[in-house]
């Protein structure tokens, strides 16, 4: 089946340095996507979603960047924080077919530390 | 609260004991799944529905059962449970896209041991 990787499992950034997270995937039928930042011992939290019409989106400190020509996603943090220490999951969506919902697959994870 | 809400938060099952782990919302949200995250790889859908009387099954359904009686509850059960679903459970929710914008809400989590 398709599925959702990325480029790095772990990332370590040095505090007040930009953070750059990679993300490709291969559902051609995906038109929506989501990060999401898990930190330790707690759900999946929702940081900035984009539609497949957009090719990028800024949130507070986070930006994320669509490459629909190569199914690629990325997710940009300024000025990382020491509480932006967490795992980083993209996660693509297309319609499941009864239409009302949406199937959701995540990527595996990105371990992004952030150094003193 | 609002939000997603998960019970217990840790069990331990023996090989062959069944049990349900809970999961209740109260943001009248249409849609609720289940997922199972296991070290080093994503979430993988076990379970889904569309709404109260309506479930489906996600990419790793076997072994688990669910329904849905009610819009809020969305319980899954543990038929008889194996080594292999020691994982850690989430639960989510989001609104379908006639409730308008659309996001996942997910839980805090199960973390579940089988031995």
């Known amino acids: 089946g398709e599925s959702v990787g990325l480029h790095l499992p772990t990332l370590s950034v040095q505090e007040g340095d930009n953070s750059i997270i990679n993300c490709a995937y291969s559902?051609?039928?995906?038109?929506?996507f989501i990060w999401y930042k898990q930190e330790s011992g707690k759900g999946p939290q929702f940081i900035i979603d984009i539609r497949s019409n957009m090719d990028k989106r800024q949130g507070q400190r986070v930006t994320v960047l669509l490459n629909k020509t190569v199914k690629h996603l990325s997710l940009q943090i300024a000025a990382t924080q020491p509480g932006d220490s967490a795992v980083y999951f993209c996660a693509e969506s297309s319609p499941f077919s009864s239409g009302s919902a949406r199937q959701l697959t995540f990527g595996s994870g990105t371990q992004l530390t952030v150094l003193p | 609260n609002a939000g997603v809400t998960q019970t217990p938060k840790f069990q331990v099952l023996k090989t062959g004991q069944s049990m349900t782990l809970q999961c209740a919302q109260d943001m009248n949200h249409e849609y609720m799944s289940w997922y199972r995250q296991d070290p080093g790889m994503g979430l993988r859908l076990i379970h889904y529905?569309?709404?109260?009387?309506?479930?489906d099954q996600g990419e790793v359904p076997n072994g688990y059962n669910v329904s849905r009686s009610t819009t809020e509850d969305f319980p899954l059960r543990l038929l008889s449970a194996a080594p292999s679903q020691t994982s850690v459970y989430f639960c989510?929710?989001?609104?379908?896209?006639?409730?308008?914008?659309?996001?996942?809400?997910f839980g805090s989590g199960t973390r579940l041991t089988v031995v």
């Open positions: 989510a929710s989001s609104p379908s896209f006639r409730q308008g914008s659309w996001g996942y809400t």
């Open positions: 559902n051609s039928a995906s038109d929506y």
């Open positions: 529905s569309v709404g109260a009387g309506i479930t």
